[in-house]
């Protein structure tokens, strides 16, 4: 099959997913809701007694909420999936003369821009919180890019759910451990006042050196290590994601 | 595209098809001839491994051994000629619950890469009387409207050969009527039909030739005369009443066992 039928399919697959979600707005709602609330309690209720330095709490605090609201986002791709797996309409695409993969890229690249909608919704609320950030053009695409590249990764992760998940409780569940590793990390909190092994592990995460990465290209400063660290934790969480879904779908189709 | 098959009356040609999962053998050797442009049913009890033949015919499910062609192109090596060529439908009707009739069929035909495609799903509503029902969520149709519009998808792009799996489990007397109506007149038309069913009366209503699976072999395959005939008369209490497919059906799963 040619590149451009699998351009095409994959549009079309992608433009019917996005229907979908502009049929049920509350699955970009609800993606944002829980994030913002945490964002509200922390800065609002306990932020006033954590102390993060010169920063203000809603600058430290924002890039660790971001994570949380991909991590939450991404079910609705497995949810999604599953849908498709357990209506039929899964079995009926990959019995068509279509570029067979242009389903599973179809609702990828919907959980990209679903995801993207509730980003600028939280960051929205951030800059009514007093979320300020001088970054230039250049950092702001730094900081989409890690964003989107952390969605990509977790995406394909949620694939594999989506195929293989015989309840639907078996499809959201899979997404709590990823909401709650940013509280293990630099998100919420300094590492250096953790008990040492917490500490040690919330330094190792990849959502610490992710979340210092954002913090620092939103506050002009250099990224150092960090970056590297973050992008390289991003890659490869994607490859591996990607490799994995891959079997398992190869393994649903044959 | 895709090079025409050899001309052949023959659609479907299966040979010594196995399949197992784990230690259960679903298929032990099925042996299958369909004509081009008839209906052959293929009945068998739950978990005969009907729905396993069908996979394996529209290239979902891989077999363990045996071949299959399906419009003259094997299941195996040539599974996209083979998809350019079927269409299958499923046991629950695979419609997009929450885009509308005419939404699911334009996507279908986007898919199929079709000239027009909202031109092709104008006429399927049309002929499926799907038109006052077009542009509401497929979610809100009745069962008969949803194999309606399913069997509306199917048909898109001309497949030469359709698989139908169970079209009617699950629907109301009138809702099977419309879809048995539909059934003939798509093979009046020309197009090859698999159906598997587990009611006796549909394949009996239906079916050009009926193919009975069972311990995962084909046990009888015939016109309805035929299987008639495989009874013997002298088993027959009452002489002067022919053997529904009913009777002929009982009797060959029990000689079977």
């Not at chain 1, 990959?94 to 919704?121: C, E, F």
């Not at chain 1, 500490?199 to 913090?215: D, K, Y």
């Not at chain 1, 660290?229 to 969480?237: E, H, M, S």
């Not at chain 2, 495609?117 to 008969?144: I, K, M, N």
């Amino acid at each position: 099959m040619t590149t451009t039928a699998h351009l095409s399919d994959t549009t079309t697959l992608l433009g019917r997913s996005l229907r979908h979600i502009s049929r049920s707005p509350d699955t970009i709602i609800t993606t944002a809701i829980t994030p913002i609330a945490m964002l509200l309690l922390f800065v609002y209720v306990l932020g006033g007694s954590i102390s993060v330095g010169q920063e203000s709490y809603v600058n430290y605090l924002l890039p660790g909420i971001l994570l949380i609201t991909i991590a939450s986002g991404i079910s609705y791709t497995a949810f999604r999936l599953f849908t498709d797996v357990s209506t039929g309409l899964f079995e009926r695409l990959q019995s068509m003369p279509i570029t067979r993969s242009a389903v599973l890229w179809g609702h990828v690249l919907t959980s990209l821009v679903a995801n993207a909608v509730s980003l600028v919704l939280v960051v929205l609320v951030g800059l009514l919180m007093g979320f300020r950030s001088g970054a230039g053009v250049v950092a702001w695409l730094g900081v989409v890019g890690l964003l989107a590249l952390f969605t990509l990764a977790l995406t394909w992760l949620a694939v594999i759910p989506g195929l293989t998940a015989t309840s639907i409780d078996g499809v959201s569940g899979f997404s709590y451990p990823l909401i709650f590793l940013p509280f293990v990390s630099s998100a919420f909190v300094p590492t250096d006042g953790m008990p040492t092994a917490v500490g040690w592990f919330a330094e190792h995460q990849p959502v610490t050196s992710i979340v210092n990465t954002l913090r620092n290209l939103l506050a002009e400063q250099p990224v150092g290590d960090d970056g590297w660290i973050a992008l390289a934790w991003c890659v490869g969480l994607l490859l591996v994601a990607y490799a994995l879904a891959m079997r398992t779908y190869r393994r649903r189709i044959s | 595209m895709t090079t025409s098959p050899p001309l052949t009356a023959t659609a479907i040609a299966v040979a010594g098809l196995t399949k197992s999962y784990g230690d259960q053998r679903v298929l032990d050797g099925v042996d299958l001839t369909v004509r081009s442009g008839s209906i052959h049913a293929l009945l068998g009890s739950n978990g005969a491994g009907k729905t396993t033949v069908v996979r394996i015919l529209s290239t979902l499910l891989k077999a363990d051994g045996g071949t299959a062609t399906v419009a003259g192109h094997d299941v195996a090596t040539q599974p996209a000629e083979v998809r350019a060529a079927i269409s299958l439908t499923g046991q629950f009707a695979a419609v997009d619950d929450i885009l509308t009739g005419r939404e699911n069929l334009v996507l279908i035909a986007k898919l199929r890469h079709v000239d027009d495609p909202r031109g092709v799903a104008d006429q399927l509503l049309t002929r499926f009387d799907l038109v006052d029902a077009a542009d509401r969520r497929a979610a809100t149709y009745s069962g008969g409207m949803r194999r309606r519009l399913d069997i509306a998808m199917s048909l898109i792009g001309d497949p030469s050969v359709l698989f139908l799996d169970e079209p009617t489990t699950g629907l109301d007397p009138q809702a099977r009527l419309e879809v048995w109506r539909t059934i003939a007149e798509l093979a009046a038309g020309g197009t090859t039909v698999l159906l598997t069913t587990q009611y006796l009366d549909e394949a009996e209503h239906l079916a050009d030739r009926i193919a009975i699976l069972h311990g995962g072999r084909i046990i009888a395959d015939g016109t309805f005369a035929d299987l008639q005939a495989l009874l013997p008369p002298t088993e027959v209490e009452y002489v002067e009443k022919k053997p529904t497919l009913e009777d002929v059906f009982l009797a060959l799963v029990r000689h079977e066992q």
